[in-house]
């Protein structure tokens, strides 16, 4: 009975804290040259007229460190849909990494549709040019994703429901367990 109750105060406290660890912040990794290319973006799913936030990471995978003081160009491109050559370069900007290999960067886009993020840069193992880069889809208002999206208030509110639901499950705990 002594470890059941153990069992029980230890979900309560996870059930608690696991809104201070878990995020909707999806990063992904793609490779160009020897480098490790990193990127988050938040949000996600922007909307129109909505700063999106890019954080950049580079490492070199030959010696697997970390690229500090890296020039980097990048280039945010209106896309159109089955013609490349009609692509539009709306935004081109260079950057610097820090001590970390990392950079970030804003950009507001001012319509709905389809945008490449490339980044370019020289690969240290081979004094090559390479790139890569990752297509945003950017949502109007009125869309059904969009209108969920637009509430950046909704995260406080379900950490509160997680801490709700862990109060709701300690208390049921404490009143069967008699702790």
């Known amino acids: 009975m002594k ?15 696991l809104p201070l660890f878990v995020s909707a912040h999806a990063g992904i990794e793609k490779q160009a040259g020897n480098v490790a290319v990193y990127l988050k973006q938040f949000p996600l799913a ?8 890019f954080y950049f990471g580079f ?9 500090a003081n890296m020039a980097v160009n990048v280039r945010v491109i209106d896309t159109f849909t089955g013609d490349e050559s009609r692509d539009v370069v709306i935004s ?5 990494t820090d001590a970390n290999g ?5 950009h507001t886009f001012t319509k709905e549709n389809y945008f490449d993020v490339e980044v370019s840069m020289i690969d240290p193992s081979t004094d090559a040019p390479v790139e890569t ?8 208002a009125g869309t059904a994703t ?6 950046q208030g909704s995260q406080p509110l379900s950490s509160l429901l997680y801490v ?6 300690g208390g049921l705990a404490v009143r069967r367990f008699r702790f």
């Open 3 to 17: 470890y059941i109750s153990r069992l029980v105060r230890g979900l309560c406290v996870l059930t608690l804290c």
């Open 102 to 106: 990392d950079f970030d960067f804003t």
């Open 164 to 169: 709700a639901v862990g109060l709701i499950i």
């Open 146 to 151: 969009g209108t969920q999206n637009a509430s």
């Open 46 to 53: 922007p909307l129109v007229g909505e700063e999106v936030k």
């Open 59 to 67: 490492n070199d995978r030959t010696n697997h460190k970390q690229l």
């Open 133 to 140: 880069g990752v297509l945003v889809q950017v949502r109007g």
């Open 92 to 96: 081109e900007k260079n950057f610097t």
